[in-house]
T-cell receptor, first 115, second 111 residues
Framework: GQQVMQIPQYQHVQEGEDFTTYCNSS?????IQWYKQRPGGHPVFLIQ?????EVKKQKRLTFQFGEAKKNSSLHITATQTTDVGTYFC???????????????FGAGTQVVVTP | ETGVTQTPRHLVMGMTNKKSLKCEQH?????MYWYKQSAKKPLELMFV???????ENNSVPSRFSPECPNSSHLFLHLHTLQPEDSALYLC??????????FGPGTRLTVL
């Protein structure tokens, strides 16, 4: 079955540095989403990518969907302490016939930022 | 971020108790979901309701029983739970797309 893997599981970043987290699927995805969960909070939707090779930016965050639509990345520049949290990707496989709720979440990348 | 509310926020129950979790969405969405979030594991989708009809049940034990009386409310009835059921239970809604709007969750501890 479809699996969504995220690497790294844990990212320790110095404030001001850049980092990238990756999301890889065993099957082709129709779309991919990214969520952020602050410590003690709940996942909050960040963005959705649909097109092959799509790149979207939100201030210091850059999201990319791979050409084969099997992987995605989130790149954060000039990390700030407000970036702390766990970043999840979620993908829906193109083979799925059920149109509801077949999202597969990755295990997340936990980001710790040191001043 | 008050579009999806959940009560209670924290719950401690014994294995013989019966309790219910409540979720309410104020976004006019037509789909609602229950997820389980355990430490170090991916979010696990439990149930999906679309227009008050259950459209997905991901092999969830029968000790979890969902109820969706209308498109704005979702319940999760709990009975004879096990300690390994302790987790954060998240409700979400969506407008028919894949975007999930999560509630704050109920932190459940089963003793």
């Amino acid at each position: 079955g479809q699996q969504v893997m995220q690497i790294p599981q844990y990212q320790h970043v110095q404030e001001g540095e850049d980092f990238t987290t990756y999301c890889n699927s065993s099957t082709t995805l129709s779309n991919i989403q990214w969520y952020k969960q602050r410590p003690g909070g709940h996942p909050v939707f960040l963005i959705q990518l649909v097109k092959s090779g799509e790149v979207k930016k939100q201030k210091r965050l850059t999201f990319q969907f791979g050409e084969a639509k099997k992987n995605s990345s989130l790149h954060i520049t000039a990390t700030q302490t407000t970036d702390v949290g766990t970043y999840f990707c979620a993908g829906r496989g193109v083979q799925t016939t059920d149109s509801w709720g077949k999202l597969q979440f990755g295990a997340g990348t936990q980001v710790v930022v040191t001043p | 971020e008050t579009g999806v509310t959940q009560t209670p926020r924290h719950l401690v129950m014994g294995m013989t108790n019966k309790k219910s979790l409540k979720c309410e969405q104020h976004l006019g969405h037509n789909a609602m979901y229950w997820y389980k979030q355990s430490a170090k594991k991916p979010l696990e989708l439990m149930f999906v309701y679309s227009l008050e009809e259950r459209v997905e049940n991901n092999s969830v034990p029968s000790r979890f029983s969902p109820e969706c009386p209308n498109s704005s409310h979702l319940f999760l009835h709990l009975h004879t739970l096990q300690p390994e059921d302790s987790a954060l239970y998240l409700c979400a809604s969506s407008p028919g797309t894949d975007t999930q709007y999560f509630g704050p969750g109920t932190r459940l501890t089963v003793l």
